[in-house]
């Protein structure tokens, strides 16, 4: 009887409390529409619990975008995976931010879509953007690559489908790895039969995630921070590139060169960042992926703004660790509120409209 009410308290505990993705046929994976989410996960790292909403559109917003938008107003679409969906607060993501914050001469509306999607990567910008995020006509896209977007990419080819000029057309879910490993900042991880138990039991019981909760607050295993070399998941990052992971930066750098030439194609003005992580800001993890997306914008003529070396130079001798959450790769609010203000201040050099 005691585990039968400790059960129904948990799921009315966690009844708003899901992080609800899904698997799709085109886009590999996608946001359940309709959603709350409660975010207490990183409450113990000085991030206090947050709630996010997915309109029916399966976007970070509490309303729907019209496919055609109001007159004198500049929609920007904002492309990119969990650091642009943001570990914080609606109101502190980067996406809200810039809305706040960005002024364009003549229009009197900016108008932010946040489609940060996490481990979305350039194979699935490139589908997003082709097969309905263009349809809402944007006057800018903005492009945030990833330090794992080519790991990601690896991935994604393994149910990859091509059109017949070889750009992605569409990108089932279903890894044939999915049910003996899964994706972790390490990169994939074999599921021993023991873990294989407790994810069952996590997906099925809402006292077993609530203890597991608790248990990963308690021990957290995973540690990224303080890694001197990169492990697999930010191969992009590190200090020396074998032959495989070139092939495999090259694989993702034409496919960020075919998503440029998409959004060109369709008359829409486009400029790409970047996301730099804690260690290459430490010194510890190579920039060189930084040069990597610097080179495909200059060939195909569009800004590129490198924010490495701008957040060095405002952190000054703050030290970087500031910015980030303990023991995961993503900002804190300190955190997006500089990247925010780096990308406005390229924004504004750019020049819009």
């Known amino acids: 009887m005691f585990l039968v009410v400790a059960e129904l308290s948990a799921r009315h505990f966690f009844s ?13 994976h996608s946001w359940i529409p309709n959603q709350r989410i409660d ?13 996010r909403y997915v309109n029916s559109q399966g976007w970070l917003s509490t309303y729907d975008f019209a496919k055609y938008k109001p007159e004198g107003t500049y929609r920007i679409a904002y492309v990119g995976d ?23 001469p003549g229009k009197g ?14 194979t699935l910008y490139y589908i997003l953007l082709s097969k309905k995020l263009l349809d809402f006509h944007p006057d800018l896209v903005v492009i945030n690559v990833d330090m794992t977007d080519v790991f990601d990419d690896t991935i994604y080819r393994v149910t990859l489908k091509l059109d017949e000029r070889g750009d992605p057309d569409m990108c089932p879910a279903g890894h044939p790895a999915i049910s003996t490993h899964r994706r972790t900042e390490k990169g994939l991880e074999l599921i021993t039969p023991f873990q294989r ?6 997906n099925h019981s809402a006292l077993m995630r609530m203890l597991l909760d608790v248990a990963s607050q308690l021990k957290r295993k995973r540690k990224v921070s303080g890694q001197d070399v990169a492990p697999q998941a930010f ?29 060109k194609g369709r008359g829409v003005k486009v400029v790409v960042t970047a996301v730099p992580h ?9 920039l060189q992926p930084m040069k990597d997306i610097a080179e495909v914008c200059a ?6 703004l490198d924010p490495a070396q701008e957040f060095k130079t405002r952190l000054g001798s703050t030290p970087p660790e500031t910015l980030y959450i303990p023991d995961d790769m993503h900002f804190n609010p300190s955190g997006y509120r500089m990247w925010s203000e780096i990308q406005l201040e390229f924004l504004n050099q750019v020049g819009l409209p």
């Open 109 to 122: 509306t900016i108008e932010v879509m946040n489609t940060g999607t996490s481990s979305y990567s350039p």
């Open 82 to 104: 969990s650091f642009v969906e943001g570990t914080c607060a609606e109101e502190d993501s980067l996406p809200s931010r810039v809305q706040r914050g960005l002024v364009v």
């Open 197 to 202: 138990v407790l994810l069952f039991s996590q």
């Open 235 to 263: 191969a992009w990052c590190g200090t020396e590139r074998p032959p495989q992971t070139q092939r495999d930066v090259e694989w993702s750098m034409d496919i960020l060169r075919r998503t440029i030439q998409l959004v």
């Open 299 to 304: 060939q195909e003529n569009v800004p590129f």
């Open 39 to 51: 975010t207490p996960h990183f409450a113990d790292r000085g991030v206090p619990p947050y709630t």
């Open 16 to 28: 708003q409390r899901t992080y609800s993705l899904r698997g799709d046929d085109v886009f590999n």
């Open 278 to 286: 804690l260690q290459q800001l430490q010194g510890k993890w190579s």
